[in-house]
């Protein structure tokens, strides 16, 4: 009987203790983190580092605190710019002059006769734009490749280029040139 009377006050202190902590939770909660929630929301969230932060949260973080202007996210455009104005009450802006803006422009294509299957371009990619299995050929999904460049480096056979996106969505990704293909 009393492991059960001591089971029952542990369950009320604890329902206590995080009633508390989640009242707490709420009335100290700083504003400038629903405003960095806001901005993260508009960023398109490929972690390319493009920006000059190492993922669109602490980019979304540098332009609510004030230490980032709003103009640096390559793959979110001009529609980011205007979406982060429209936000925070600001001007619209150009790019800025250090993001390439024809880095958008870009998709990454493997070699696919090269390829190795390492799948080490599928590890760094951040937005799961390359597919593929360990020891086969992988290939990148053009539509979803934000030329963020992050696959370049890991790759031990330098199989993967980058090419102007009209490029890349003209050739067929899965079509090898060592196999005949018939039409019926």
């Known amino acids: 009987m009393e492991g059960i009377t001591a089971i029952v006050a542990l369950g009320i202190l604890a329902a206590a203790l995080g009633l508390v902590l989640g009242i707490a939770a709420r009335s100290i909660q700083v504003e400038g983190d629903e405003v960095e929630e806001e901005i993260d929301a508009l960023l398109p969230q490929t972690q390319c580092a493009q920006c000059g932060y190492p993922g669109c949260r602490p980019y979304a973080k540098a ?3 004030g230490e980032a202007d709003i103009n640096l996210c390559a793959p979110g455009g001009d ?21 390439d803006p024809e880095e958008n422009t870009i998709v990454a294509v493997v070699d696919e006769p090269r390829c190795i299957g390492c799948t080490l371009c599928i590890q760094a990619c951040p937005v799961d734009a390359i597919i593929g299995a360990p020891r086969q050929m992988h290939t990148v999904i053009a539509t ?18 980058l090419t102007p996106v009209a490029d890349a969505n003209s050739k067929p990704q899965w079509t090898r040139p060592d196999v005949a293909t018939s039409t019926i």
């Open 79 to 99: 529609a980011a710019i205007r979406a982060l104005a429209d936000l925070l009450g600001r001007e619209v802006k150009p790019m800025a002059h250090d993001v």
């Open 63 to 65: 332009i609510a605190a």
């Open 144 to 161: 979803e490749c934000t030329g963020c460049k992050l696959c370049l480096p890991p790759c031990p056979v330098d199989c993967i280029d």
